[in-house]
């Protein structure tokens, strides 16, 4: 389901983008951007890119997801490293959606959490006019660790531009085919493909870094592999994925991106460190590793 807002501009110049994520408080700048690529935004009735300049009078219409069929709690089944009244710090299971989308819509973390979120994100009982309430970055289905949930609309905000300043600092695991000669850095544009649209490739989009080193290599194994720390310094959708594969590493079960059969890309979210939202002090969270890098 989706909610429409309309908006009519005032004022000088600016970005269609811009102006959408100054007034939809709640959707991140990426979130916003998406919604333009997607369609869900139309400038005087036509669609229009997200580097739109807008004018006096433009009326800016957009369709916002809205969250809706809540399950019941299940909050066992998500370990929590740390809660408070602002953030929940979750533990993410491989094979678990974070929020509804596509064709995704029960049984995600985010459903999963509701009760534990509900008092901040709907107090009176209606759906949040959000279609991921709480989500201040992501990972991937099939990505396992540490993930933040904003319980609050005011932490969700602050969060959110910890992350788009790049004061957030995240270190994953990535077991990739291959013997990777470490350490190293990727930089690429990382976007969507314009010859397969489920995939991110790094001919468009937007400038992406990445950082690895070397912690293991498995020379006998078969394939041969190499176990990584990645420190992702930008946040794109698939980022460390498309990189490695790039680089002509891919993950070790990633066939999207041509690596070997498994049964999930083996990347894992090892550690979180961030500032609270309220109370500004330092917070740092570590997984450990799951079983399915037992080989390493």
Not at 33 to 40: C, F, N, S, T, V
Request: hydrophobic share 35%; net charge positive.
């Amino acid at each position: 389901m989706s909610e429409e807002k309309t908006f009519v501009f005032s004022g000088k110049e600016e970005r269609l983008d811009r102006f959408l994520t100054r007034s939809l408080v709640l959707l991140s700048r990426t979130r916003v951007q998406r919604l333009i690529d997607e369609g869900a935004v139309t400038v005087n009735t036509v669609n229009a890119p997200a580097r739109r300049m807008l004018m006096e009078g433009d009326r800016v219409r957009v369709q916002v997801p809205t969250f809706s069929s809540l399950p019941p709690a299940a909050t066992d089944t998500v370990p929590i490293l740390y809660e408070d009244d602002d953030i929940i710090v979750v533990d993410k299971p491989a094979g678990l959606v974070v929020h509804p989308a596509g064709p995704h819509r029960t049984d995600t973390l985010i459903q999963r959490l509701w009760p534990k979120l509900a008092a901040g994100w709907a107090p009176t009982g209606q759906r949040p006019a959000t279609d991921r309430p709480g989500v201040v970055h992501r990972l991937d289905k099939g990505t396992s660790g540490v993930m933040v949930i904003a319980k609050n609309p005011a932490a969700a905000e602050n969060l959110s531009r910890q992350f788009a300043e790049r004061t957030v600092k995240k270190s994953y695991l990535a077991l990739v085919q291959g013997i990777v000669p470490g350490p190293g850095r990727v930089k690429s544009m990382v976007g969507r493909s314009r010859s397969s649209p489920s995939k991110m490739s790094t001919e468009t989009g937007r400038w992406s870094e990445t950082e690895y080193t070397v912690l293991k290599t498995f020379p006998d194994h078969a394939p041969p592999a190499t176990l990584l720390e990645v420190r992702p310094l930008t946040g794109r959708t698939h980022q460390i994925r498309v990189q490695m594969a790039a680089l002509g590493h891919p993950l070790i079960g990633d066939t999207l991106y041509g690596g070997p059969p498994g049964n999930r890309p083996l990347l894992h979210a090892k550690q979180l460190e961030f500032q609270h939202p309220k109370n500004k002090k330092h917070m740092g969270f570590e997984s450990p590793t799951p079983p399915d890098f037992s080989f390493a």
